[in-house]
C-alpha cells in the first residue's frame, strides 16, 4: 500500500515547479506535470487530454483507468502513424511506469482520450481527472482547458 | 581448442547476420523491394474532383493551380492527430509570415457525412486564416485521396461512434500543379518550413 500526503503540499511541491498543476489527492510517489487540453465545438466530439506522469517512488506504478465527471468514457488511447503515414488510434490498455521513469501524453501518441462529453470543453476552464492505479491508488488532476488551435501546455 | 570452436561459430555468425541484412535490404530497399507503399501523388493537373469549400464555393484540382499549394486530410471530430496538425501548420503559416498569403492551403475531410460546409467553415475558423476547408461527396473525396495516392477507413470506436484512420502527411505541390514533397506527420517544424519555402521557390522558377 502507498502512503497518500496530504493535497496542499504536494499542490505546494508541484505549483514550485511553474508549470505544474496542483493535483488534490494521489499516490505520492505519482507527479502529473504539464496537463493541457484543448476546448471542444459542443459536445459530440470527444477531447483529449496530455500531461507528463512522473513515478519519483521506487516501485513501478501502473495506470489502468481514468474517470473525470467531464466524460462518460475516458481512456488512454495511443496514436500511431505507420510507414505510409496513415494515423490510426488505439485504446493504449494499462501503462506501466518503471521507478524514476516517466510516461508523456502528447499529441500524435498517447492521450487520454474524452469519449461522450457531458459538458462542452471551454478554453480558461479546467476539468478534473482521476488517474487510476492498479494497487486502488487514485490521483486527480485539475486540467487547463486552453484553445482549440493550442500545441502544448504553454500555449 | 573450444574456444577456437566459438571464435568459429562467431565468424559464421557475423557471415549469417551479414547474409540476413543484405537480404533485408534486398527485400525493403534494394531492387527485390515491392513498390513502395505511399506513392506519390499525381500532379494536380491530372487530378479530376468537385468539393465545396467552407464559404461554399465550387473548388477542384484547378482551384490550386497557378499558387503553391499544400494540402492535407483530416475530419473535424479528430481530437488528437487532426487539430494538431491544423496548429502546426497554422505556426509554420505564422513563420512564413506574408509568403502564407501566397499559397493554398486545403484541409480536406475525409468524413463528409459528419463534415458540412458549415461543420468545416466553423472548425477552419480556430486556425491560421490562410487554411480552407474542403468537402464533398463520399465518392469525390474517394477520388482527391485516390489522386493524393491517400487513404482513409472509417473505424468504429467503444463508445457506439467511429473515427477515421487517415493518411497524416502534409502534401506540397508547386503553382504549376507538380507534386513536390511531403511533410510527414512528426517532422520538425525546422524542416517543414524549408520544405514550405522549396515548393514557394518553385513558383518563382516556373514565372522566370
Ligand atoms: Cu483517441
Redesign the pocket.
Given at each position: 500500500m502507498k502512503k497518500y500526503i496530504l493535497t496542499s503540499t504536494l499542490a505546494a511541491l508541484l505549483t514550485l515547479g511553474g508549470l505544474s498543476v496542483p493535483a488534490l489527492a494521489g499516490p505520492e510517489d505519482v507527479v502529473v506535470e504539464n496537463a493541457w487540453s484543448r476546448a471542444s465545438i459542443g459536445m459530440n466530439r470527444?477531447g483529449?487530454a496530455y500531461m507528463k506522469i512522473r513515478n519519483t517512488g521506487d516501485e513501478p506504478v501502473t495506470l489502468i483507468g481514468l474517470t473525470t465527471p467531464l466524460a462518460m468514457m475516458p481512456?488512454i488511447?495511443?496514436?500511431k502513424t505507420n510507414a505510409e503515414g496513415v494515423s490510426s488510434?488505439?485504446p493504449a490498455g494499462e501503462i506501466a511506469i518503471a521507478p524514476g521513469e516517466s510516461v508523456a501524453l502528447e499529441p500524435g501518441g498517447l492521450?487520454a482520450?474524452l469519449m461522450r462529453l457531458q459538458e462542452p470543453m471551454t478554453e480558461g476552464d479546467t476539468f478534473p481527472l482521476t488517474l487510476l492505479f492498479d494497487d486502488g491508488g487514485e490521483m486527480t488532476v485539475e486540467v487547463p482547458i486552453l484553445g482549440i488551435a493550442a500545441r502544448g501546455p504553454e500555449d | 581448442m573450444r574456444r577456437r570452436a566459438i571464435l568459429g561459430y562467431g565468424a559464421a555468425g557475423v557471415g549469417a547476420v551479414a547474409l540476413m541484412l543484405f537480404v533485408g535490404w534486398w527485400q525493403v530497399d534494394g531492387p527485390g523491394g515491392p513498390e513502395p507503399v505511399g506513392q506519390r501523388p499525381v500532379a494536380l493537373t491530372e487530378m479530376d474532383f468537385r468539393l465545396t469549400d467552407h464559404e461554399g464555393n465550387a473548388v477542384g484540382p484547378e482551384t490550386l493551380i497557378g499558387r503553391p499549394t499544400m494540402a492535407f486530410f483530416g475530419f473535424t471530430y479528430c481530437?488528437?492527430v487532426c487539430p494538431t496538425t491544423l496548429s502546426d501548420i497554422s505556426g509554420w503559416l505564422d513563420d512564413l509570415g506574408d509568403e502564407a498569403h501566397e499559397m493554398n492551403v486545403a484541409f480536406i475531410t475525409v468524413d463528409p457525412e459528419r463534415d458540412t460546409v458549415e461543420t468545416m467553415a466553423e472548425y477552419v475558423g480556430y486556425f491560421h486564416p490562410a487554411i480552407r476547408g474542403w468537402t464533398g461527396p463520399e465518392e469525390q473525396i474517394a477520388r482527391v485521396a485516390d489522386g493524393f495516392r491517400a487513404t482513409y477507413e472509417r473505424v468504429p470506436t467503444e463508445s457506439g461512434d467511429y473515427?477515421m484512420n487517415h493518411t497524416a502527411s502534409v502534401f506540397l505541390f508547386a503553382a504549376s500543379g507538380r507534386f513536390v514533397t511531403m511533410i510527414d506527420y512528426h517532422e520538425p517544424r525546422e524542416f517543414a518550413v524549408p520544405k514550405i519555402r522549396r515548393a514557394l521557390e518553385e513558383e518563382t522558377e516556373g514565372a522566370t
Open positions: 470527444p483529449a481512456e488511447h495511443e496514436t488510434m488505439s492521450h482520450m | 481530437p488528437d473515427t
